[in-house]
């Protein structure tokens, strides 16, 4: 079982609607990254938080340390947005361990 | 452009071949990582340099050899491989090596091993 789990493995959704990807894991960590990553390859750091929530446009990430989780939300979706989104956790240790993904494909 | 760039971005290579990934990054940092990321597996850490200097070495197999001549350039050299070593290989970099430190990535080079 990996420490880090994603939910859904995979999602489509229409285009506006209101997107959720959880991540829960099983360590005690410092720190926690959404990260994107677009066809292709290249990953892009969304966020990284160890407490509360953050905000960046139509995303918003949220974690709540009691419970060992952690939510990437995507408002007003779009067939842009689509993509794996990454969630990976650094440990006390500082090792980086990261989940399988999800894959999201918003349709049009 | 994330400031990391990685070249070749597809690479084929036959098993008794030798063949080298390199990674460049231009925003200053000192740490610089590879990654491995297999079909429908996480991410793997292969190597952690800081400061030019080796400081994770994740059990990977001797076939694959990384190279930090500075702290700007990152290579990994690669020879007799095996198929299962097909994958994207990425690499990262960050301005310190530790939990506080965000990683860049580069688009990644992707290997088919023949």
């Known amino acids: 079982k990996n420490e880090v789990e994603q939910s859904p493995q995979n999602l489509t959704a229409q285009e506006g609607e209101f997107i959720t990807i959880n991540c829960s894991y099983s360590?005690?960590?410092?720190?926690l990254h959404w990260l994107q990553q677009h066809p292709g390859g290249g990953i892009v750091s969304l966020f990284m938080?160890?407490?509360g929530k953050k905000k960046h446009g139509r995303l918003i990430a949220t974690i709540n340390i009691q419970e060992k989780h952690s939510s990437l939300h995507i408002t007003a979706s779009h067939p842009r947005d689509s993509a794996v989104y990454i969630c990976?956790?650094?440990?006390?240790?500082?090792?980086?361990?990261f989940g399988a993904g999800t894959i999201l494909r918003v349709k049009s | 452009e994330t400031g990391v760039t990685q070249t070749p971005r597809h690479l084929v290579m036959g098993m008794t071949n030798k063949k080298s990934l390199k990674c460049e990054q231009h925003?200053?940092?000192?740490?610089m990582y590879w990654y491995k990321q297999s079909a429908k597996k996480p991410l793997e850490l292969m190597f952690v340099?800081?400061?030019?200097?080796?400081?994770e070495n994740n059990s990977v197999p001797s076939r694959f050899s990384p190279e930090c001549p500075n702290s700007s350039h990152l290579f990994l050299h690669l020879h007799t491989l095996q198929p299962e070593d097909s994958a994207l290989y990425l690499c990262?970099?960050?301005?310190?090596?530790?939990?506080?430190?965000?990683?860049?990535f580069g688009p990644g080079t992707r290997l088919t091993v023949t």
């Open positions: 340099y800081s400061l030019e200097e080796r400081v």
């Open positions: 925003l200053g940092h000192n740490a």
């Open positions: 360590v005690g960590i410092s720190a």
């Open positions: 938080l160890s407490s």
């Open positions: 990976a956790v650094r440990e006390y240790g500082n090792k980086l361990v």
């Open positions: 990262a970099s960050s301005q310190g090596q530790g939990g506080a430190y965000e990683q860049y």
